[in-house]
């Protein structure tokens, strides 16, 4: 088992400044505690017992897998974990993903899900919608268009889990 | 120490003054004379070679069959027939694994390749040995993590039809002893296939020195044009192989019932052949023989070894592959916990440009144990100030992620 350093550092803004370029840009703001500490030690990480649905997602590119598992009441979704392994952008976005789903409606997770998605993707007006809450700290993902698929890779197993099981 | 080539000669580079290019196993940047050379022939020669009764198609002709006797002595074969114009080294690979390999491998023969293996240089055969029933068989690497010609010597048996093995792997930067690993192949009965993407560009490479039977390159990768590539072989094994793509220019006679095909080279190079990127080609060749394959060598060599003790004197990281004075110019490393794309990402913004990810060897990346790896590449632009660059960008990760720097 590794240990973690401590983080120490104050946590900064959730929301990326505004840059002229990827090039130079200040990733301080992308790589923050809150990421980091996600990436360390992300919630929800195991396998359920009783799984009603799961799916196991990965980037090709880079090796990252994630597979990510439901247990759900109608389309409620009452329990959820993930594994799998990537980068800290990967792992951090799975990690949060998991703690905004239980007791939630699938409908509901898909509105999240489809904001999430528009966020990542460069949409500022996503990327200021408060019903994100901390997801909103990879909002600088944006910028990083080699790096989206990272940031969407456990929504994608979630959101193919949601319509498997529906 | 400073470059081995002026950064000047490439103006990708000279335009970008704070870039810091350390992918070139990935590709090369290209110098003026390459873009001049493709942009000349263009203007003044440009024409359908082999084709046209007129003068400017025999200018055009003339150029391609040029370009093919420099790629020929750049790489030292005497038959410049036997230099096969390719789009590169997975297209070469394919050629062999299908031309060749369809019309002599059967059921219960052997395949042998290297873990190490690119996925040009490992899928073909895999696929070649499903569709005929072919034994697949892999050579582990050693505990030191690199592949040995002793692990070849235990797989290959009087069954075995083919070794293909890397000259120089991608991933960790280690060199093969291609002779001693032809002689095995040879000694059995069995054709040697060598993948030179990674010497060709780095080191002297001598085709009719080195035993053998097929050696793949590509130009993108050694100065040249992304497009063009070279397949090199034995004109023996040359002439009795079936072709591998139909069209025309391969071709002699055409019946309504049969075909009959053209000499070598053209059996092999079907269609409308890349003469701009041949001539690109050629002009890169032109372009590392001034520099000296040798000095070229030599300075990556002392670039990654730099590199490699370097990144290694820093407490929790990994470097891949062989010791400092054994390596081209290739590092594989890894950063404590940070992740090799968010370290990519990082050194990003530092405008330095590395490889991260599973360098196309899926099969060697499970047995190091490891996803991905970081990789930082040299090549004749780059001199000690990037080494600089490489390892203050991987200080300011390390900080980052909240890492104490050594």
């Not at chain 1, 992300?42 to 799961?54: F, I, Q, S, V």
């Not at chain 2, 220019?249 to 095909?261: A, G, K, L, P, R």
Request: proline fraction near 5%.
């Amino acid at each position: 088992m590794r240990s973690w350093p401590a983080c120490t550092r104050p946590a900064s803004c959730s929301v990326m400044p505004p840059s002229d370029g990827r090039r130079g840009a200040d990733l301080t703001a992308l790589y923050q505690d809150l990421i980091l500490d996600h990436y360390r030690r992300p919630r929800n990480r195991g396998l359920l017992e009783h799984a009603d649905a799961t799916v196991t997602k990965k980037n090709p590119l880079c090796g990252d897998v994630i597979t990510v598992q439901l247990e759900l009441d109608g389309d409620t979704v009452r329990d959820v974990k993930f594994a799998g392994e990537g980068c800290a952008i990967s792992q951090a976005s799975a990690s949060m993903m998991t703690q905004m789903l239980k007791g939630r409606s699938a409908q509901d997770i898909g509105r999240v899900a489809a904001t999430f998605t528009r966020m990542i993707e460069g949409d500022s007006s996503a990327a200021a919608d408060a019903s994100l809450g901390e997801l909103r700290a990879l909002a600088g993902v944006a910028r990083l268009p080699q790096r989206q698929k990272c940031a969407l890779l456990a929504w994608s197993a979630l959101t193919q889990a949601l319509v498997s099981h529906g | 120490m400073t470059s081995l080539a002026p950064r000047s000669d490439f103006p990708l580079l000279a335009g970008d003054p704070d870039l810091v290019y350390l992918d070139s196993a990935a590709t090369s940047q290209k110098p003026l004379a390459v873009l001049d050379a493709m942009r000349e022939f263009q203007s003044r020669d440009y024409a359908n070679p082999h084709r046209g009764a007129y003068e400017l198609s025999v200018r055009a002709t003339q150029r391609y069959h040029d370009a093919r006797a420099r790629l020929a002595r750049f790489f030292g074969v005497a038959d410049a027939d036997a230099c096969i114009f390719t789009r590169g080294t997975t297209e070469s690979l394919n050629l062999v694994a299908t031309a060749w390999g369809r019309a002599n491998v059967r059921s219960g023969d052997e395949i042998v390749v290297t873990r190490a293996e690119h996925h040009a240089n490992f899928v073909p055969w895999q696929q070649l040995a499903l569709a005929t029933g072919a034994r697949f068989r892999i050579a582990e690497p050693g505990p030191d993590g690199l592949v040995h010609p002793d692990a070849l010597r235990a797989l290959i048996t009087s069954r075995t039809r083919v070794v293909a093995f890397h000259h120089v792997s991608n991933v960790l930067g280690d060199t093969l002893p291609v002779r001693e690993i032809a002689d095995l192949a040879h000694d059995a009965g069995a054709i040697a296939v060598c993948d030179g993407a990674q010497a060709a560009p780095h080191l002297p490479v001598r085709f009719d020195e080195l035993g053998v039977d097929f050696y793949a390159a590509s130009g993108h990768k050694m100065c040249g044009p992304m497009g063009i590539g070279v397949l090199l072989g034995r004109r023996p094994l040359l002439e009795v192989m079936p072709p591998y793509m139909m069209g025309g220019d391969m071709i002699e006679f055409v019946h309504d019932e049969t075909s009959s095909w053209n000499t070598l080279p053209h059996k092999f190079e079907a269609g409308t052949p890349n003469v701009t990127g041949a001539v690109g080609l050629a002009a890169a060749a032109d372009y590392l023989d001034a520099l000296g394959m040798r000095a070229v060598q030599t300075h990556e060599r002392s670039l990654a070894r730099t590199a490699h003790e370097r990144l290694a004197a820093l407490d929790g990281i990994t470097v891949h592959g062989p010791g400092p004075t054994e390596r081209s110019g290739v590092v594989s490393f890894t950063v404590n916990d940070i992740h090799p794309h968010d370290l990519a990402t990082i050194l990003d913004a530092r405008h330095i440009c590395i490889r991260a990810g599973h360098h196309c060897a899926q099969p060697l990346m499970r047995r190091l144990g490891v996803a991905a790896t970081a990789r930082a590449s040299f090549y004749v632009y780059n001199d000690e100030a990037d080494v600089d660059a490489l390892l203050a960008g991987v200080h300011a990760a390390r900080e980052l992620f909240g890492h104490a720097t050594v």
